[in-house]
């Protein structure tokens, strides 16, 4: 950490600052400029808070130099991680989409959706059980009988499933259902407690990124999650909020060469969520895989006229099966495989 | 609901639109412009989606007239909510300031700074047990003994405490600790099983909005409470995140005068958390109270420098004597008591 | 235009809003619904403003239905505009990816970048000779001098030019100079003024989108070069202004297959001044491609250690090579060529 | 600056880097910490670019310590400016609301006005002759006869008049028609010729912050006009951009004691822009003030129904004397006068 005196401060000021410094475990190396005093800490830094010098008399700013994630940093593992689901490599060669509507309705409904999902080629499916809605007067999801009707319908391909956990309390109930991949979703990210749960199990979870969450508050969310012992974390960008009221959100894809240099963790794309309109996915699912994400979460729905949520941003099963030719093309051309 | 055609759009679209409508148990009404078609819906157009009309063929547009919260809403209480607090009350004609350190750290610190907070004239208190960190790494609370050292220390000046709740499953543990007033935090405000949670109880909640989150996405938030049964609650705005950086967030002092005529819930501001440096809170809490606020939650630490988090934002005791000094004059002003 | 009248409002204020309509030459259509009573104003809706709608008595708001922008919407020429750069097609099946350095600097500079863009298999090469620059205290650019070496330069290969007009008062000396493509730049997107000039006359225009435009603003730019006459207009997103702070703007992807839905003209993208680091524009430049772009306009130096302005952003001549080849295979895989 | 070398970086990346300090003719200072080499810059850093630094072998990043700004800095003139306008004070204890219509229409509109702010009890007034519209088809401002209806509606009352300057051809025609105060408006704010040719004449500026620009950004703008030689600038917040929809921007209070910190230039608010309705404006107005705003900049028509642009977000007459009345209230509380 840099401590930066301002030009008024005192030797007193100074000494303070030294004596804090020391106090953590760390050494002070002091540098006078021409317009102000530089205070390095050397040592391990994670232990200092910028805030508490940036309090102390004749302190101007503090400035971390190492980043504040460590479990999940890309030097914790240069090579990047691969993450088996049920047998399925993540974060490899192989790039994956993951399709599915965007709740479960009925069993004959998610029979369909399973079917068109398998037809177009993906290996895993994706599907909400529990909803997380703006409205206490909207449709809030089938709860434990929807991961049933998933299930059934799934197993017949033998699909892992992808399904969003919300509360804490429900935790138990996915694992005897045997919910192969946990979501948490863009409103839980800072669900500190939830993090927390989800970091003792043994279950991949895919961590998707708060609406207006930055990257490092991202991967500290991930941190959580690793800190408690579980590593199979993969995360997803969703879109961001922005001052654009021309669509739903931004996809950002400035942010997957980043995380890929960040961390070591695989990074999926929502494009359906980021835009918010069927129309728009093919675009952006190509734009994510040109720009190197590991794979996709796309919602698909038999009859999206019909869809319970998010009627607007569903796929139909034909038009999944276009995207995913079209997906492949453009895997070959980066060198990977779809 | 106004549904917008587009130029292209057909009959057979048209009618479509129509039959949506009727099976939901409105009445469409038709209106042909030199560019566009448009249909209203008539009746109760919150059972109606948006999302669902966008994606039907020829429809261009679907416009929501009426806003999507009630119970909460301005007309639903033109006149205002007074919550009443073992006997203060909020919302009404005397401005409240709820005082106290970020975390509860220790008993002595307690009664330090419940002592600082009754000097200055404020009648609420305000800390936290249960901390939502970013890094898993930081100081995450005392947990129920903070609720303790809390208690012991407000009670001596039958101040009615303020303390955040993160997880669902200490709720139990808050009621039988007769804590005064919960509060859901920024990062929370849309882990909608814990607004569910608090709406079945009978106590008071404070609503931080989130950091990006809209005016609507929070009355909607608050919307969650109110459904529960539960209408004592207390909106407050925390500063929002934007492009800036010379500053943590920015104060939404917008905010204050738009709350006031789409809901007829008390408001709140936090000061501290918004600019995020003590020497920015007297400036931004004159202003609330310009502004219209119906009081404040600002931090203060017997012994800033010592602080375990946020050490940097809080007001020393006799900082905030010297505020609430000034916030009386500002109140006068505007006819208001302190 | 549809006025919302607030459910308070009296048959006075609807007469009063329904003359007003009268007055601007449109008729109206009144329908009361269950809580509101809405009236649609019939015919150019061009003529009204929604804000005089809204400071009336009893209005609660007033929406547009059509969209503002009418010479550069979609609809004027659903076909899509193909602009000819001096027998180059920009807006067609090929793609153009237009490179060059932030600054012209010197005459050797300025044949080496031109060699580079060159080999690369550029049509189109882009420079700075009058820059915008954040501080009073940064290079400014050579100015006239810097188009004479620009135009020397780039003719060797018969490459058309791309240089940033800045002051209305330099555009007789750009004609004078014979730039071949007029851009203006972010921070003037709307200066209006300028706009106004560059519609009148007969060069294409290459209009960057403002750092935080809206789409609907950004077009409103374009429509002012398009009512002076001037419809050789291209588009270039260069990365939008947000709360994230890990990289300089978020290239926003998003906008290509709005844009191309919503207008006629042509996209380009500017992924070096988007993520602002060299190591970053591979991948937004292939997930452009990937997205619809029409092309690109990147950053290429000589010496990319030497450059003396946006030094960290400019690919070798090596990378831009590199660059070509992985775009050629994204452009095949989507159907077009480089 | 400080230096932060990456962890793999090698011992010729130092000295490479250590090179190029000192051709700057600045010194270096190395530390050796336990995760990282930093490398101090000692002299005037003002001279180095960060960017230039960060492209280099094994640098991982480059911190500016000292703030671009010189002449504007709080450093350069810690008592604060007061500007003088022809005998009015700006900057002082003395609060200055400057009022008047968006746009001067007529000869009687301009008279009705003056009268107007002139019994409200404002010294200054404020309109526009030349106005910056989003769309090309909208009222563009009557332009030199506007001035003229301006200046003498204002004279009579003595009343300096304030006036935007959008292009840089109009300067000479606003000295010659002696307009006191010169604006610079939120989306020429990075205009950087005007900004240099308002720089080199001697009246007051008033420059706009742009919808999305930083503080430090805002401050640089400033420090062009101050570099040119004019130092009678005075800064105006009206607003910022985000993500909330439900206003048209957002005031940013948070700017004013930040702006009282960084730079000695008196700041206004603009409550019209900001919040883009008439009845937001008071509860602005008195929040800026209770900030320690300098003065306001408010929109007043004689007759706001009529207004040709911004309609509705112009007070009347009577409005803003009452909100004169309750501005004095809150000046006295916060020990100043209006």
Redesign the interface.
Known sequence: M?I?MS?ESSQADLDHVVARIRDAGLTE?I??????T?V?A?????AL?A??F???AGVE?A?H??K?YKLVSR?ARPSGSVIDIRGIKLGGQQIQVIAGPCSVETQEQMHLAAAGVHAAGCRMMRGGAFK???????F?GLGVQGLEFFQAAAREYQMPIVTEL????MLETFLKHDVDVIQIGA??M????LL?EVGRVNKPVILKRG??A????WL?AA??IA?GGNNNIILCER?????????R??????A???LK??THLPVLIDPSH??G????VP??A???????ADGLLVEMHPN??D?W?????ALTPQELQDLMG?LR??A???GREL
């Open positions: 840099i930066v030009p190396h540098s006078r400029g021409s317009e102000r530089l390095g050397i040592g391990d830094e994670r808070s805030q508490s940036e309090q102390m700013r400035i130099i190492v504040p030097e997380p809605r703006t409205s206490p007067y909207a809030q919300m509360d804490v309390r409103r839980n800072q669900n500190f407690d927390k609406l207006s930055t990257i490092s508050e500290m941190e959580y800190a879109g961001i909020r922005t001052f654009e009221t021309a669509y959100n931004v996809l950002d894809v400035t997957i060469p980043v240099k960040e980021a835009g309109k069927a129309w728009m675009a952006l190509r734009a994510a895989i040109a720009a190197g999206p006229c869809a949520c998010d009627a607007d941003q079209s093309l453009i070959q051309a980066i």
